[in-house]
């Protein structure tokens, strides 16, 4: 199973997904959470898929305690899709790979 999703940290937040010019799905997650792990899977599918298109990153709560407080999260896994360093769209809570990546794509400007 490759790693195509990227690692996001409160160092790397700012400038990865707030300075993007392309739409940014962010999996806030942890090793504890069983259905952060559960749709883990799908999110590195979804990375794949939208290579070029859009950017897909994972935010370890635990460790990036800083960026988890900003964006007020509260319940893992939170989905936020970000476009223009703004969030657009959310989805608390385990959920199937086509709904993601439906949600992400409502933001993929069309080439």
């Known amino acids: 199973m490759g790693q195509n999703s990227i690692e996001l940290t409160d160092a790397n937040f700012e400038e990865v997904v707030l300075k993007s010019d392309k739409p940014v799905l962010v999996d806030f997650w942890a090793e504890w959470c069983g259905p952060c792990l559960m749709i883990g899977p799908s999110i590195e599918e979804i990375a794949g898929e939208v290579s070029g298109k ?56 069309a080439e």
Not at 77 to 90: E, I, M, S, Y
Request: glycine share 8%; proline share 4%.
């Open 54 to 109: 859009a950017v897909v990153g994972k935010l370890n709560v635990d460790n990036n305690p800083q960026v988890s407080s900003t964006f007020g999260i509260r319940s893992i896994p939170t989905l936020l899709v970000f476009k223009n360093g703004q969030v657009v769209d959310k989805h608390v809570g385990a959920a199937a790979k086509n709904a993601l990546m439906a949600k992400l794509m409502n933001h993929v400007t």
